[in-house]
């Protein structure tokens, strides 16, 4: 798994280099990176990780 900072610039790179918009990210994606919610790394993205 990856986080999602890592998921957006790889769509980033595939949506650019490729020039398919099928691989933009969404922009909710964009938002939730911004906001630091990272997925398991910062504890918080689509889910909140509790240990």
Known sequence: LVGLDV???VGDYLCRELGEEQFRPPAL?????AEGK????SGEGFYIWTD
């Open 7 to 9: 998921r957006l610039a």
């Open 29 to 33: 994606l964009r938002q939730m990176v």
């Open 38 to 41: 990272l997925g398991r790394k």
